[in-house]
């Protein structure tokens, strides 16, 4: 079906000067399309966790009554005013599950890498003790990275090492900077199976393996795209995003590019926002948390 459609822009401040070229005043600003020393990425990265608490800190996901979770100091007296206040029942509440879960489907290809390693650890350290969540991240196919995702900002090193280049130095990909706990983005991307950063992206075919594999969202769920939409000419098989969009409760697509450059060039976009209820302008670290607050909306 065809959804209606919203679309959040950057800020106006932000977009202001990225267009102007001049230094952002905010690490949340700063363009992830440039390239970026990875002094400069290590800056950024110091800006995830406060963002990971202002989403924290907004009203989420309503509560209800439950035999255990946090203590309901609302309800604590009212429970007890027969016995005048004495805390004989001590009622509980948590976060009312929604069936479904939430399927996030990032492209992981060079072009896009870094704000996708910044979207991981955010959403990692967001989604935490939440509803179930399966990362499943994609180049030239779709592969499921939930376990290496969470081994990766625990900071556990994962699959083969980083292959080396003439030079005898680690091949250079984005996010070296990236370390949750130690382990940098670049060398978890360069040891993940299955996957090769620097393989021409291939949506169709990724779309066309999700949709066939057991990862696939599920009626009721939350589906979440981070990625430029760029198919270096593909076929972007847009029906295969139709039937993943069918059934789902809601779809996202965060797209870390300027809105100026959507659906130019090799990108097709436009034949996948029919299918998409939000899509995100998130070329910065802003508008990743703007992504992630309107999945967190759409938990409620």
């Given at each position: 079906?065809?959804?209606?459609?919203?679309?959040?822009?950057?800020?106006?401040?932000?977009?202001?000067?990225?267009?102007?070229?001049?230094?952002?005043?905010?690490?949340?600003?700063?363009?992830l399309?440039?390239?970026?020393?990875?002094?400069?990425?290590?800056?950024l990265?110091?800006?995830?966790?406060?963002?990971?608490?202002?989403?924290?800190?907004?009203?989420?996901?309503r509560?209800?009554?439950?035999?255990?979770?946090?203590?309901w100091?609302?309800?604590?007296?009212?429970?007890?005013?027969?016995?005048?206040?004495?805390?004989f029942?001590?009622?509980?509440?948590?976060?009312?599950?929604?069936?479904?879960?939430?399927v996030?489907?990032?492209?992981?290809s060079?072009?896009?890498?870094?704000?996708?390693?910044?979207?991981?650890?955010?959403?990692?350290?967001?989604?935490?003790?939440?509803?179930?969540?399966?990362?499943?991240?994609?180049?030239?196919?779709?592969?499921?990275?939930?376990?290496?995702?969470?081994?990766?900002?625990?900071?556990?090193p994962?699959?083969?090492?980083?292959?080396?280049?003439?030079?005898?130095?680690?091949?250079?990909?984005?996010?070296?900077?990236?370390?949750?706990?130690?382990?940098?983005?670049?060398?978890?991307?360069?040891?993940?199976?299955?996957?090769?950063?620097?393989?021409?992206?291939?949506?169709?075919?990724?779309?066309?393996?999700?949709l066939?594999?057991?990862?696939?969202?599920?009626?009721g769920?939350l589906?979440?795209?981070?990625?430029?939409?760029?198919?270096?000419?593909?076929?972007?098989?847009?029906?295969?995003?139709?039937?993943?969009?069918?059934g789902?409760?809601?779809?996202?697509?965060?797209?870390p590019?300027?809105?100026?450059?959507?659906?130019?060039?090799?990108?097709?976009l436009?034949?996948?926002?029919?299918?998409?209820?939000?899509?995100?302008?998130?070329?910065?670290?802003?508008?990743?948390?703007?992504?992630?607050?309107?999945?967190?909306?759409?938990?409620?």
């Open positions: 079906r065809r959804r209606r459609r919203a679309v959040i822009p950057a800020r106006r401040e932000a977009r202001e000067r990225r267009r102007e070229g001049s230094e952002p005043r905010r690490a949340r600003d700063e363009d399309t440039r390239p970026l020393p990875t002094d400069q990425e290590r800056v990265a110091e800006a995830v966790p406060e963002l990971v608490r202002e989403l924290r800190l907004r009203r989420r996901r509560l209800a009554r439950a035999a255990k979770g946090r203590l100091f609302r309800q604590l007296f009212r429970r007890n005013v027969a016995t005048e206040g004495v805390p029942v001590l009622p509980w509440r948590r976060a009312r599950c929604r069936e479904g879960g939430i996030l489907f990032v492209d992981l060079h072009s896009v890498a870094r704000a996708s390693g910044y979207f991981l650890w955010m959403a990692a350290a967001f989604l935490r003790g939440g509803p179930q969540v399966r990362v499943v991240g994609f180049v030239d196919r779709a592969v499921d990275l939930t376990a290496e995702v969470q081994a990766w900002v625990r900071g556990r994962i699959g083969r090492p980083v292959p080396l280049g003439p030079s005898g130095r680690s091949s250079p990909l984005p996010g070296e900077g990236i370390a949750p706990a130690g382990v940098s983005f670049a060398r978890w991307l360069g040891a993940l199976e299955g996957l090769d950063p620097r393989a021409p992206s291939d949506y169709g075919r990724a779309l066309h393996g999700l066939d594999s057991p990862w696939r969202p599920r009626r769920s589906f979440l795209v981070l990625g430029d939409g760029r198919t270096n000419r593909f076929d972007p098989l847009p029906w295969a995003f139709e039937e993943l969009a069918r789902c409760r809601a779809v996202l697509w965060l797209v590019e300027a809105r100026e450059r959507w659906a130019t060039g090799d990108s097709a436009d034949a996948y926002a029919p299918f998409v209820d939000v899509l995100v302008e998130a070329w910065n670290l802003d508008g990743l948390a703007r992504g992630l607050d309107r999945l967190a909306r759409e938990l409620r």
